[in-house]
């Protein structure tokens, strides 16, 4: 089982001791249990790509987020042809794009809002050398990544923008 949580954004000035979840999901696997690092949020669900090893293609599973107590079995959406272990996910707020960082680089989606347009589009990828990026999110200038060894990388290309 798998279990995400809602926190409450912490005030990074404040000294805080402990953080407490506003509400939580317990998630399901379909088949044998995966390792993820990846959420992002649209809509009405929550979405979570496997952190797969061996070449394995990266697959994209989707959860309600309606308050439940009860396990929530995941449900697969989409399947990349990334084969490399992907490490951080965002959407871009107008959901167009879909960003996506593993070991081996920056890929970015065109799904206009449908997930599942992942399986038909072909994604824009940039290598990185650096294999510790751990996480990303879209910004004016495109997509930022950081790197466990505290690089930050942005891509600028007219790819990461929307263009």
Not at 84 to 104: C, E, I, Q
Not at 143 to 148: H, R
Request: with cysteine.
């Amino acid at each position: 089982m798998l279990a995400v949580y809602e926190i409450d954004e912490p005030d990074p000035k404040a000294n805080i001791s402990a953080i407490s979840p506003k509400r939580g999901w317990t998630l399901k696997f379909p088949n044998a249990p995966f390792d993820c690092e990846s959420l992002f949020i649209w809509k009405d669900y929550g979405y979570v790509i496997s952190k797969l090893f061996n070449k394995a293609h990266a697959q994209i599973f989707r959860f309600p987020l309606q308050d439940t107590t009860e396990p929530q079995m995941l449900e697969l959406v989409a399947t990349t042809k990334i084969e490399s272990p992907v490490t951080g996910a965002d959407l871009s707020a107008d959901g167009n794009l879909l960003g996506l960082v593993a070991k081996d680089g920056a890929y970015v989606y065109r799904i206009n809002g449908d997930v599942t347009h992942v399986n038909e589009v072909k994604p824009h990828h940039t290598k990185i050398k650096d294999e510790h990026i751990e996480g990303c999110c879209f910004v004016p200038d495109g997509l930022l990544a950081t790197s466990e060894r505290r690089g930050i990388f942005l891509f600028t290309d007219p790819a990461f923008r929307g263009q």
